[in-house]
């Protein structure tokens, strides 16, 4: 089997290319990704992408692979920066690294390989099984890590050529390993935030794209100004830090983006904002629609998993229904369904 992995230069990739290579496969590559805007981004900070190739090249270097760079900037810009500058705009809160699975790594890059690998090995956590001729995504075994959430727009063809190595192992287990093997990249710090902007804070980023309008932050329950805003664009619901406001805690609830108005609540009236139904559109089922109408539902990345119950609307609208509710429902998120392990799919809130 000729595969193609893909590597960052982080842990997981890293462990996830020499367990290919323990398991006695041969016939490798090793792909990095340079979607990296340092260019266009230079005047706000420096990319940390020759870092994160340096330990790339090494990891490669010590497993006896080639390594080769791949420069998807143009498609990147075009397919997942520009989407996500659009849904800020809109005052919508925009899931980048979702279109970046699916239109870079599992989609740009396979265009560009074309046939001539059988599989793209990523150490993204999360399993593929077959089944009846179809390719189930499932839940990685360690719930803090799993990844499912960012994957849950992949298509069957897409599924049919990946692998996830580490996608059975919990983070710990990932770590001892990169430690058993030398691995170069085996104390490296977990990498955070939207790829494409490295060590870039997100604001400067937004600020040299939407620029600043100053607006109102409005106490939700009482109608009272509270203080100033830059850009409802700065701004999700469910955010409490970055409001610059005294004798809180407070957290967004609403946005008026017509008037540029931030509606805000303080964390002991915050449950009244609580929503437990929301719709949803455009949804994107991986192997089959719901064989059900009771799920689990995540409304984001993170471990959180709700029961909930989905209706299907006109238009191919969705009704979900929680079992609770949540403050941090937002529009321009993807809510994400699991039947058990199953990830089933997602559609964008509205």
């Known amino acids: 089997m000729k595969i193609a992995a893909l590597l960052s230069g982080g842990v997981d990739s890293s462990v996830a290319l020499r367990l290919l290579r323990e398991e006695g496969h041969r016939d490798l590559t090793a792909y990095y990704l340079k979607v990296w805007l340092e260019d266009e981004l230079s005047h706000l900070g420096g990319c940390p992408w020759e870092e994160d190739l340096r330990f790339a090249r090494a990891v490669c270097e010590a ?20 989407y996500a500058l659009s849904e800020l705009k809109a005052g919508r809160t925009p899931s980048p690294d979702i279109f970046c699975n699916q239109r870079i790594k599992f989609g740009a890059f396979l265009e560009q390989i074309g046939e001539s690998f059988d599989r793209v090995a990523t150490g993204h956590y999360a399993r593929i099984r077959s089944e009846d001729g179809l390719r189930y995504l499932l839940r990685g075994v360690d719930p803090v890590k799993d990844q499912t959430y960012f994957l849950s727009h992949l298509s069957q063809g897409q599924l049919a050529r990946i692998l996830f190595p580490v996608g059975a192992l919990k983070k710990s287990e990932v770590r001892r390993l990169a430690a058993e093997l030398d691995l170069p990249s085996r104390d490296r710090e977990e990498s955070q935030g939207i790829c494409f902007l490295g060590k870039i804070r997100f604001d400067e980023f937004v600020r040299s794209h939407l620029g600043e309008r100053k607006g109102p ?62 719709r949803a559109a455009d949804p994107s089922w991986i192997a089959r629609p719901p064989g059900r109408a009771d799920l689990e539902v995540k409304l984001r990345h993170s471990e959180k998993l709700y029961r909930c119950r989905l209706e299907e609307e006109s238009g191919g609208r969705l009704r979900v229904e929680l079992e609770g509710s949540d403050t941090g429902v937002a529009p321009g998120q993807f809510a994400v369904f699991y039947e058990g392990d199953i990830c089933l799919g997602g559609a964008r809130i509205i």
């Not at 009482?222 to 619901?237: D, S, V």
């Not at 970055?242 to 805000?264: A, C, H, R, T």
């Open 217 to 278: 932050i409005i106490e939700r329950d009482t109608g009272r100004l509270l203080g100033e805003h830059r850009g409802y664009w700065f701004h999700t619901i469910g955010q409490r830090k970055g409001l610059g406001l005294s004798q809180g805690p407070w957290f967004v609830v609403g946005k008026d983006v017509e008037s540029n108005v931030i509606y805000v609540a303080h964390g002991r009236s915050l449950s009244r904002h609580a929503r437990s139904v929301f």
């Open 63 to 82: 497993a006896g692979v080639e390594l080769e760079i791949i420069p998807l900037q143009t498609e990147y810009y075009r397919t997942v920066v520009a």
